[in-house]
DNA sequence: CTTTAGCACTCTTTCTCTAACAGTGCTGAT
DNA sequence: ATCAGCACTGTTAGAGAAAGAGTGCTAAAG
């Protein structure tokens, strides 16, 4: 791979990327000042190296996975975000109102709207969310709401419906015997200790402590600290010419709906400080796809950034878009602690 | 209008829902033991009165909005639910641990999974949600999350980062403050009271009143009592054979990701206790779709719920699942307040 | 007066064929 | 090493033909 190999396939990667159409020979003549022929040589020595494709016998060039892979490597530059992108983005930073982990969002989908993939922001919340406070209001005589809060800032509420035969001031009575005898409890194990702990001490001074157990027992049991998902541009790839088939749009929109399948975009994300691409097979959730993604840490929270697009992505772009939305995510967070 | 008329119409349509290809007269000839040059008077009657269309001139016939207008008000059955359809949402309403905003939902669901339609759950949170309650909880040394409740049972939360110079007794004092000024003033006056009424006020007692100041003013402006949209089966559409090309789709996937046009769907819902059905051009949403609509009412709360899909819809199916739901809705409503 | 058989006509769909085109690989000369 | 030239291949667009589905109209039969 001497330079002029490099970057013939530099050129032929980028206006693929810009084209979606394959690269034919004489595309590149002016730009290298060669023949045709000249270039032919080279592109048949790529397609020999793995690195483009061919449709058919006769058409022009198409990367292939790992010519993507070889761009990304060594090929793309790591060229700074350009001036309209960061204008974009440092309205939401500016904003300085605004909580860090809105502003990713809000950033997130201003990389949609500029990109035409799509994104999404997994905020991954820690297991170790623990029990901070139960409280109960009485809405009115027969409805009242629980509302539970974690160690994490994690609130959950949910509005029950009682009979008359409950008195509420029982309910909130067992609230603060809950208070005092869980606080602290990791939330997923708040059920177990509600059954072996708080139910025989209730037994003994709540009149209707069976329903009123389940009350909580229900509140706590809804109350899973999943993953937060946010996703900007669904329907972006309506736009991208490589989805001009029904039934491959409706596969992916399908992914895009099922937040298991949103999940695996982040799976095994390790890669502290690194922006990490996923071409094609490379990725758990579609191989039709890219994935660049970066991992992000907001008040000790941790999640993952990602954009999702068609292998013929705008790789520099997207890469320059997180890596500023990064460096502006450190500087307030170590300005403020924010 | 006389009888046959009604009844090959009625032919027509139905076989149009089942089929989504044009109607031929031979097709007809079987059912009613005419001949197809008979057939085809009718037809022409029922085009000369505006309940059928031609796609060409040599095609069958397909009904037009008139048509399926006229179908739904004078030929559709009012049918019972059939067996299949029941037992699925039996189970949902069997389950009694479910609350109802919960069972609407699975029901919703259900019914998009079984008909291929995309359905909408619209809680319309009433206008007047009243301040019941806003309590401070400390996380830690600079994170405090302000937690807003309604009288309706609406909860709202926020997650502020507070820097070392604020005192977190200062924010619960000003909680209680505005606990005792404000508790029952409409949700929406809150953020002017709170400045012309308690701003002043906790001038004279809190230090760095300004910035606690603003982070309530902020939870409170958070809190819009938004409706509470629920959708299901979005993806359905690209099931349904009338929307093969993708900018049609792309449109309609637009409009389910905007809640203000999804909003759209329940305007002016003022009928009580009908089924309305709107076919095309008679809604608000999409030209291109039917949308079939019933209020409810749990918990003193009111909603809609809605079927959106093509205009050749089972519009007879449909009126009698939202039928179904709406008879257990009433009975669980009934029985136990919930 | 209603029904129907028959027929000409129209439009769609599918297939085949052709011509133009874009691009390749190879060869032999520079 | 480079490149002009050429044969070759697959795609695309268009035209034409044949089949099919369905209609409207007419004139005869019930």
């Given at each position: ?23 034919g ?27 483009l ?22 090929l ?29 969002n ?127 541009g ?25 937040e ?33 993604r ?32 990064d ?5 307030r ?6």
């Amino acid at each position: 791979m001497d330079a002029r190999r490099n970057s013939i396939l530099k050129e032929i990667v980028e206006t693929f990327i810009k084209t979606a159409k394959p690269v034919g020979s004489k595309a590149l003549c002016d730009k290298f000042n060669l023949s045709s022929a000249t270039i032919r040589n080279e592109m048949a020595v790529l397609e020999e190296l793995g690195y483009l494709e061919k449709n058919h016998v006769s058409s022009g060039r198409v990367p292939s996975e790992a010519g993507y892979r070889y761009y990304v490597e060594h090929l793309m530059e790591a060229e700074k975000i350009t001036g309209s992108d960061m204008l974009k983005l440092q309205k939401i930073f500016a904003n300085g109102e605004l909580e860090l982990s809105d502003a990713i969002n809000k950033c997130m989908e201003i990389i949609s709207d500029l990109t035409n993939y799509t994104s999404v922001v997994l905020g991954k919340n820690s297991k170790d969310n623990n029990l901070l406070q139960v409280s109960v209001i009485a809405l009115n005589e027969n409805q009242v709401v629980a509302i539970v809060c974690t160690d994490k800032g994690n609130v959950e509420n949910k509005v029950f419906s009682i009979d008359n035969t409950i008195d509420v001031k029982e309910i909130i009575k067992t609230s603060e015997i809950i208070n005092k005898m869980l606080v602290g409890t990791p939330i997923d194990e708040v059920s177990l200790r509600l059954e072996e702990d708080v139910k025989p001490v209730i037994k003994r001074q709540i009149k209707q402590y069976e329903t009123v157990y389940n009350i909580f027992y229900d509140a706590f049991n809804d109350f899973v600290v999943g993953n937060s998902i946010h996703i900007a541009g669904r329907n972006n790839i309506f736009n991208q010419p490589e989805y001009n088939d029904i039934s491959e749009l409706k596969r992916l929109a399908n992914k895009f709906d099922d937040e298991a399948y949103i999940e695996k975009v982040a799976e095994n994300d390790n890669d502290e400080n690194e922006i990490k691409i996923f071409i094609g097979d490379e990725n758990e959730f579609d191989p039709n796809v890219t994935i660049i993604r970066k991992k992000y840490h907001i008040n000790g929270e941790e999640g993952t950034i990602a954009v999702i697009g068609p292998k013929r992505m705008d790789y520099q772009r997207i890469v320059s878009l997180l890596e500023y939305i990064d460096e502006k995510l450190d500087k307030r967070g170590g300005k403020d602690g924010k």
